[in-house]
């Protein structure tokens, strides 16, 4: 798609700013039904440069620190806040050209995986407005599908880039961790937390991370990777590639709960894995500790609520951030905290603080150390045999915003094992179950992102979903 | 029943590198308040740290200069709390793996060496500085990200005396490594002072009590005497439960210790690895680069002076005292200076002036070079030792060359021997009287000749000389 635009303002049959002015036009009535945005920016316009992105709309996730331009992380104690600086992330798609048309909603700072927890209310999904989208990068997948903006920046910590890109049938790539710089996105779980990309083809994918990723001298946990080009890494040469996928995540009968679309879903990966085999990829079923799946999701709200809780006790309204209300400073604090933030976070906080108590520490927060340390070895180890692992991105389509979500979480767990052991994993959409979207998911190993996405580019022809977006929400 | 006193302290120091330990704010004092701040010491949203290689650097030089155990990779830790002097709400600190661990070094105490063990040494960030007033305070953050640099010793120190004798010893190696300013009066050290008593033959240590943030040497002094004071008492007094562990604070206006809170209800600072920072191997070559830079600290500068320079142990520890003052001995001796002329001159003629004046020795304008010149003038005579002396306070207080100050105040001194025969021979022939009581054995007479001939050359005529030659007039 950006090639193709690209393409279109080189030849003058359209212009940048009638591109940036049909995406504001498009976002601003999108709002209503979609409320996808945070805010629009109503006079974005084109800086001049040679770029592939040079003069495309994108839009960004409200928790990247954006110069000038109000950042909230959809969370009522960041509600006025307006950054004097942007994010290393910002300041390189700005460099390439790229037009900021707006910022999109999230689960509050990142936390939550449907897009219900925004400061300014629930993202809908562009296929149906009855379903959520997922999250968190929730208003960025909603307003790729949707057609807005060709492609938007977004986080992902346990699946919040992959998890969305699939319930809106869209691609979403989390690169390696640290291959894109961290510096000036509002810290959910340091070390997790990844820039990446939300887009409708592979190719789209590559040329964002390309020109976003790279060693920052603000950010010591990103590395160099000048030798990577991942846009001249799509070949679609994946003959005698190796994918596994987990048994106990993909067999029917490994679940007590049979729903329809859980079967559908999984019938529809079965079909995916032969598509494969039909590109000459060698596919094969690996069988995983159940216990250590089991342990995905505890580890993963251990490790998340720990770190969440000691990187948002920055959020205090005294420096930056609305005031609270009070006599003395620790009044002001709680005040704008309990007012700030939603019940959801404040449970995490409430787990966070409790598994870094001294007493509690061993058994919680060094046993999730221990279970992260024993599920990425064994990663590591498939990986010297694999070139990734195939998964269904999530083991059913978006449900209701209305709905009971509780049996969902479980295959969308199994995601942050692309964060426990750093490695790049991209979802792709691969076909509908009920009318909704669906995608599939693959991770491998770290630093092996031009392979990952080389393998993607490959299935994603040979499914025929490339850029897709939502009809009929308008 | 003798009561002996266990010390253990902890030093704060801040380190003088040239921006902050996470932060590229600068690291500079005294500087317009607030002014000295980036949006990583404020801890807005999405800013990291990024660690100050000289900060690391320099911590473990000092951790070298204690003989502490480096560990293989560097990990910082956070320390969360609430509290305004910290923006992000948890400092950033050391506790999984300190910078340096069991240390030991020897202090002079009262011309004895004695040892002192350390538990551990850790780099930290330091925090902004409050001032409080009657219905608010004020904040500056310029200090907030400071490195800071804390040195924790075992329960090993067993007077008031080794504990500031170890203060100062560690100020110095600060000094000599060029590590830190350590200056006080800048509120550059601060010092967490743990006191207990115990009954002499006792293997178990008394109830601890800690004060906190004592910012001057002598207030450790005065805090350590207060504490034993107290202690002592409540013992005596059959009181020992009322000694508890908790942390009090010395207030210089009553000279007293005061509660601040219980350590039953110790914080749980909830310390753990801080992921933003990855752990970094600390490369053995460059540790050994690093303590390849440390100059000889003062104990080993002091044995040398008094071995290969024969000066007295009064001498070699006044030179050694500051970095200052013996860094000034040694470039006289690498001007070819005689050791002990330059110590004479510098332990009692400069030393008493810049302690007179309460000023550095790098401040004064007489530098080893221009005291060379006094001492060559007075060693080939040009200048009598009465009158190298005035030279010296006229360099000092003019802040002229030597040279310039000779011509201008004509200090030279007559050494030629046909002039001072002539004016010698005008003075005998003037006073025929007083030589013939000279000659009748009135021997005294001939101090009122070598006056007669100072006043003739108003000073300046070489002592030795006129002498020599007086007696050969007066045969």
Redo the contacts between chains.
């Keep these: 798609m950006i090639k193709k635009l690209n393409n279109k303002i080189k030849n003058k049959e359209i212009s940048s700013d009638d591109l940036v002015k049909e995406a504001i036009t498009k976002a601003e009535k999108s709002q209503k039904k979609l409320n996808a945005f945070v805010t629009i920016i109503k006079d974005a316009k084109e800086v001049k440069s040679n770029n592939l992105l040079s003069g495309i709309p994108v839009a960004i996730k409200d928790n990247f620190s954006t110069k000038d331009i109000l950042s909230t992380g959809s969370s009522n104690t960041l509600k006025d806040y307006i950054p004097y600086f942007d994010a290393t992330a910002i300041k390189k798609i700005k460099a390439a050209g790229a037009v900021i048309i707006g910022k999109t909603a999230l689960d509050e700072l990142g936390m939550g995986g449907t897009g219900l927890m925004a400061a300014t209310g629930p993202v809908k999904n562009p296929w149906n407005i009855n379903k959520i989208t997922g999250g968190s990068s929730s208003g960025s997948a909603a307003a790729v599908a949707a057609g807005i903006v060709p492609y938007a920046l977004g986080t992902d910590t346990g699946d919040s880039i992959r998890i969305p890109a699939a319930h809106c049938g869209i691609v979403g790539y989390k690169p390696t961790y640290g291959m894109v710089s961290r510096f000036g996105v509002f810290a959910f779980a340091s070390s997790l937390d990844t820039v990446g990309v939300l887009c409708t083809s592979v190719e789209d994918a590559a040329i964002v991370i390309d020109q976003i990723k790279g060693k920052d001298e603000y950010d010591m946990t990103s590395w160099n990777s000048e030798n990577i080009n991942l846009l001249a890494s799509l070949d679609g040469n994946v003959k005698n590639k190796k994918l596994f996928y987990i048994k106990e995540i993909c067999d029917i009968n490994n679940y007590e709960e049979k729903t329809n679309e859980l079967i559908k879903t999984l019938e529809e990966f079965n079909k995916t894995i032969e598509k494969c085999q039909e590109l000459g990829i060698k596919v094969e079923e690996v069988s995983f500790d159940q216990k250590l799946l089991d342990s995905i999701y505890p580890t993963y709200l251990t490790i998340t609520s720990a770190e969440a809780t000691s990187n948002m006790s920055n959020l205090t309204g005294i420096i930056f951030g609305p005031r609270g209300k009070g006599n003395t400073i620790d009044e002001m604090m709680k005040d704008h905290r309990t007012r700030g933030f939603s019940s959801l976070i404040k449970r995490r906080f409430v787990i966070g603080s409790y598994v870094l108590q001294k007493e509690n520490q061993e058994r919680y927060l060094f046993a999730s150390a221990k279970i992260r340390h024993l599920i990425v070895n064994k990663m590591n180890e498939l990986f010297n045999e694999f070139d990734g692992l195939i998964l269904p991105a999530s083991s059913e389509p978006a449900s209701n915003i209305n709905g009971d979500r509780s049996a969902h979480l479980r295959t969308e767990q199994y995601l942050a094992i692309g964060n426990f052991g750093g490695y790049p994993s991209i979802t792709i959409p691969s076909g509908f179950v009920n009318d909704m979207p669906i995608g599939i998911n693959i991770t491998g190993k770290i630093k092996d992102d031009a392979n990952i996405l080389n393998i993607a580019y490959a299935l994603e022809k040979k499914l025929g979903y490339k850029n897709q977006t939502a009809k009929g929400w308008e | 029943m003798a009561l002996k006193v266990v010390i253990g302290l902890e030093m704060h120091c801040e380190l003088n590198t040239k921006t902050k330990v996470f932060s590229k704010s600068l690291n500079n004092y005294n500087d317009i308040p607030n002014s000295l701040v980036t949006?990583i010491d404020?801890?807005?949203?999405?800013?990291?740290?990024?660690?100050n290689k000289e900060a690391v650097k320099k911590a473990i030089k000092m951790a070298l200069c204690l003989n502490c155990k480096i560990p293989e990779e560097l990990i910082f830790d956070?320390k969360?709390y609430?509290y305004?002097d910290v923006?992000?709400?948890?400092q950033i600190t050391q506790n999984t793996k300190p910078i340096g661990l069991n240390g030991k070094i020897n202090v002079e105490v009262n011309n004895e060496l004695v040892p002192i063990t350390i538990h551990d040494i850790h780099l930290e960030e330091d925090t902004a500085s409050l001032d409080h007033y009657f219905d608010y305070s004020l904040i500056d953050y310029n200090r907030s990200g400071v490195p800071l640099l804390e040195i924790v010793t075992d329960p090993c120190i067993y007077s008031p005396e080794a504990a500031v004798a170890f203060l100062e010893h560690l100020r110095n190696i600060y000094k000599y490594t060029d590590c830190s300013e350590a200056d006080t009066k800048k509120g550059q050290i601060r010092c967490d002072v743990n006191v207990s008593l115990k009954e002499e033959n006792a293997t178990e240590l008394g109830t601890k009590v800690e004060v906190k943030n004592v910012n001057s040497f002598s207030n450790v002094y005065a805090a350590i005497l207060y504490e034993i004071k107290r202690q002592t008492e409540l013992i005596e007094a059959g009181k020992n439960n009322e000694i508890i562990q908790e942390t009090r604070r010395w207030d210089e206006e009553s000279g007293a210790t005061i509660r601040m809170r219980e350590k039953v209800e110790s914080i749980?600072y909830?310390?753990?690895v801080?992921?933003?920072?990855?752990k970094i191997k600390i490369e053995k070559e460059w540790i050994e680069e690093i303590k390849s830079e440390i100059p000889l600290l003062p104990l080993e500068r002091k044995t040398k002076y008094i071995e290969d320079y024969n000066l007295s142990s009064y001498d070699a520890g006044v030179l050694v005292k500051t970095k200052e003052v013996s860094d000034y001995f040694e470039e006289c001796l690498e001007l070819g200076m005689n050791p002990k002329e330059a110590s004479n001159w510098i332990t009692s003629q400069i030393m008493g002036y810049i302690n007179k004046y309460d000023i550095e020795i790098t401040d004064i304008f007489l530098t080893p070079k221009r005291l060379l010149k006094i001492i060559n003038f007075l060693n080939n005579n040009t200048i009598s030792s009465k009158q190298a002396k005035e030279l010296f306070f006229l360099v000092l207080e003019e802040k002229e060359e030597p040279e310039v100050l000779i011509k201008k105040y004509g200090i030279e001194q007559i050494v030629d021997n046909e002039e001072l025969l002539a004016i010698i021979q005008n003075i005998v022939d003037n006073n025929q009287s007083q030589i013939e009581e000279y000659k009748a054995g009135k021997t005294k007479v001939f101090d009122y000749f070598i006056g007669m001939i100072m006043k003739e050359t108003k000073g300046k005529a070489n002592p030795v000389k006129v002498k020599e030659i007086l007696l050969s007039k007066l045969k």
């Design positions: 949006a404020l801890a807005f949203p999405g800013t990291l740290p990024i660690v956070r969360n609430y305004p923006p992000k709400n948890y749980d909830k310390y753990y801080d992921p933003n920072i990855p």
